[in-house]
């Protein structure tokens, strides 16, 4: 599968594998954010589900700059129906 493939999100616990914890996605790849991170709870039962972390101005500086550079080098170039697929899976 290539960076930009195609597929259905999960639609249930039950098939998906989820960690105990999770950094932030930031240019193709988790990182540790610099904020203290925090946790998910299931409205269904309370319970918890993972723990996220949390971004800071840095983080949030370093996210805006990995966009503006996917969507200068791809997001940019591809047709509307294929900028769909990823909004709408």
Excluded at 41 to 56: G, L
Aim: cysteine-free; charged content about 30%.
């Amino acid at each position: 599968m290539s960076f930009l493939d195609y597929a259905p999100a999960p639609e249930s616990k039950a098939i998906l594998n989820l960690k105990k914890s999770y950094g932030l996605f930031i240019d193709g790849e988790f990182v540790d954010g610099h904020g203290k991170p925090f946790t998910s709870i299931s409205p269904a039962d309370e319970s918890p589900i993972a723990e996220f972390a949390y971004a800071d101005t840095t983080d949030v500086d370093r996210a805006v700059a990995a966009a503006r550079r996917a969507y200068d080098r791809t997001w940019s170039r591809m047709s509307g129906s294929d900028r769909g697929k990823y909004l709408f899976r």
